[in-house]
């Protein structure tokens, strides 16, 4: 446990190497294209721009309405979706750097996340021009995406240690992770609206129990100027704990043992 | 005080993926006919066995043994990477392993971009970080190459990187594979000068080599290693007298006094 901490703490320390690996990542996956890193904008909002208006016509939907949520919701599940692939192999494609120095393990799962941070950070961009566009102000709630930041770095964090691990020692990992996460993605209230299903009591209780949502929810909420709805928090906080502690128990055990599986 | 005490350690490689891995085809090469299992009765390959010394400042001990004597996952224990199954190792001191040539440079990325993961790996500020780009593209004679990605670059000029960046950092235990003695001769004069500094700079230095002049000229320790466990520890004359064949003995012996 002290161990497991100890290497945690070691990969807080060299957060300027965490820092400049992500930068680096990014960086060599548009080395020589036109537009660099700015491929991410672009294609997210051609994204959303096509999707965003077929899906109103399909579900009657207002377009002013329907498309600052479906780029918020799509921004974020494609940061939760990366994360959960790229975590997968976070220790193996790093075997290089485990077998050649010591470093802290917890360094891997570090790097993925600022990575992927570095990426939402690029797809904001689009968020903000879709409000400009369409007038959404939000409001002093808004406010309370920090406090949700902050959960979901932690989240992100262990998550990429805990499927670090198992996608390290079990090499079907991966691909179960990816499919889990597509029937999620249909499952998730990101393309439909939860307000659509309100009056249909099964698909209430698949929303109200999916962790995605309330994690979602919590950033999409204030941000869109809904009041924040304390069970929805309640139940983020709740399912953020089970994450970490679960991760903590696994990373304990199984941190020695990860340049062996590698 | 630097410090270097293992205690006892075993270490055994677990066989997850057999038939599928490249796993296989390393550990048994590096351990050949070491099979056991574990308590789950896994099948493991077991690289080192009750292995135990302790060093102290002034002591350069160099590892000999055939290939797959143990010698490198040692050095990677001692390094810190793998962490033994039972035993333990007490490290007082930074240490800095040089165990490939390759070690850890991103391929894709340039030289000044891998100098500077490595300075930020060691903690380095800013100014120390220019000063490290400096140092490495002056020993290493790269100059406009290191703003080019590392794939570009020959086996030669890669080497010659490698060897750069890791005698740039002057370590307290310094832990050494064969790699940085291997190289052209021309490259070598150069190299040698700055090798030695960095060696006689360390408190304990451990060499793994087959290169018995090294030995005797470097080391005032041996340890031989045979199949995963310490056949002999003792001064390089006695032990090598036993680890060689006559004739290459007394021919290696009449090299180091010459």
Redo the contacts between chains.
């Keep these: 446990m002290a161990l497991a901490a100890a290497d945690i703490s070691e990969t807080v320390r060299l957060l300027p190497l965490v820092w400049t690996l992500s930068l680096f990542d990014i960086k060599l996956r548009y080395r020589g294209s036109l537009l660099g890193p700015f491929w991410l904008t672009l294609s997210t909002a051609i994204m959303v721009g096509s999707i965003g208006f077929l899906y109103s016509r399909l579900f009657h939907q207002q377009i002013s309405n329907y498309l600052p949520f479906l780029t918020i919701s799509l921004v974020l599940w494609s940061f939760i979706s990366t994360i959960t692939a790229e975590s997968t192999v976070c220790f193996t494609q790093a075997q290089g750097l485990i077998h050649g120095t010591r470093m802290p393990h917890s360094l891997h799962a570090a790097r993925v996340v600022m990575r992927n941070i570095l990426v939402l950070s690029h797809n904001l961009v689009v968020i903000l021009a879709v409000f400009v566009l369409f007038h959404t102000t939000p409001t002093l709630a808004a406010f309370t995406v920090l406090p949700a930041c902050m959960l979901w770095v932690a989240d992100a964090f262990a998550v990429g240690l805990l499927l670090g691990v198992f996608g390290a020692r079990f090499r079907d990992i991966p691909p179960i992770i990816g499919s889990v996460m597509q029937i999620a993605f249909y499952l998730t209230p990101i393309m439909w609206n939860p307000v659509m299903l309100e009056h249909r009591g099964l698909a209430k209780a698949l929303i109200e129990l999916n962790p995605f949502f309330s994690l979602l929810e919590i950033m999409r909420g204030p941000l869109m100027g809904l009041p924040i709805e304390s069970h929805t928090w309640l139940m983020a906080l709740g399912y953020s704990a089970a994450l970490i502690l679960i991760t903590g128990l696994v990373f304990t055990r199984a941190r020695p043992r990860i340049p062996y599986w590698i | 005080m630097a410090r270097l005490i293992v205690d006892n350690i075993s270490i055994s ?2 066989l ?2 057999v038939e599928s891995r490249s796993l296989k085809k390393t550990v048994l090469a590096a351990a050949s006919g070491r099979l056991g299992e574990d308590k789950k009765h896994r099948l493991t390959v077991e690289a080192l066995r009750n292995v135990s010394f302790s060093l102290h400042s002034g002591d350069r001990v160099g590892f000999i043994g055939s290939n797959g004597a143990g010698k490198t996952t040692l050095l ?1 224990a001692m ?5 033994p199954v039972s035993g333990s190792i007490t490290i007082d001191g930074a ?1 800095t ?1 040089l ?2 040539a ?3 440079l ?1 391929m ?2 340039t030289g000044n ?1 891998n100098i ?2 490595r300075a ?2 060691s ?1 380095f500020a800013e100014a120390q970080i220019k000063q490290l780009q400096a140092d490495v593209a002056a020993f290493a004679g790269l100059d406009q190459f290191l703003d080019l990605p590392v794939r570009t670059y020959s086996s030669g000029m890669i080497i010659r990187l490698g060897f750069g960046l890791a005698t740039a950092i002057k370590p307290q235990i310094l832990l050494m594979d064969e790699w940085l003695l291997a190289g052209d001769a021309s490259f070598m004069d150069k190299a040698k000068h700055r090798l030695e500094t960095v060696v006689e700079g360390a408190e304990i230095l451990v060499l793994s080599s087959h290169n018995t002049d090294i030995i005797l000229r470097w080391c005032n320790r041996v340890i031989w290693m045979d199949t995963g466990r310490v056949r002999a520890d003792g001064p390089p004359q006695e032990v090598l007298a036993a680890y060689l064949a006559p004739d290459q003995f007394a021919h290696a012996m009449a090299g180091a006094a010459g």
């Design positions: 490689f677990p997850y993926h990677r390094a810190g990477i793998y962490e240490v392993a165990l490939d390759s070690q850890g991103n894709d990325l971009e500077r993961l930020l790996f903690g």
